[in-house]
């Protein structure tokens, strides 16, 4: 399993940004995929979830601010992220479920929310 995150940045509060995961060695039209985050000195944590037939669920934080979704064609996940606040500054992860259990991570890219 390969997955790839892309997209962070540096953003203002209130700003936007899209992230991609592009997946590979999975099944991907059949796999749930969710996104994860880490900021410093914290635990990872759940921030939102997408099922293959694209039911997706979302941690009580960022409901309402931010979308996932996917493209099965693409093999690609994409976290929509709107309003950010600067508590939302973190290591951004994609990952299966299986590999969340295994404890097996990409390198997720950074999303720095500051002005």
């Known amino acids: 399993v390969q997955l790839v995150e892309s997209g962070g940045g540096l953003v203002q509060p209130g700003g936007s940004l899209r992230l991609s995961c592009s997946a590979s060695?999975?099944?991907?039209?059949?796999?749930?995929m969710d996104w994860y985050r880490q900021a410093p000195g914290k635990q990872r944590e759940l921030v939102a979830g997408?099922?293959?037939?694209?039911?997706?669920n979302y941690a009580d934080s960022v409901k309402g601010r931010f979308t996932i979704s996917r493209d099965n064609v693409k093999n690609t996940m994409y976290l929509q992220m709107n309003s950010l606040k600067p508590e939302d500054t973190a290591v951004y992860y994609c990952?299966?479920?299986?590999?969340?259990?295994?404890?097996?991570w990409g390198q997720g890219t950074q999303v720095t929310v500051s002005s």
């Open positions: 060695g999975i099944i991907f039209s059949i796999t749930a």
């Open positions: 990952n299966t479920v299986a590999n969340a259990l295994r404890d097996s």
């Open positions: 997408i099922s293959s037939a694209g039911v997706s």
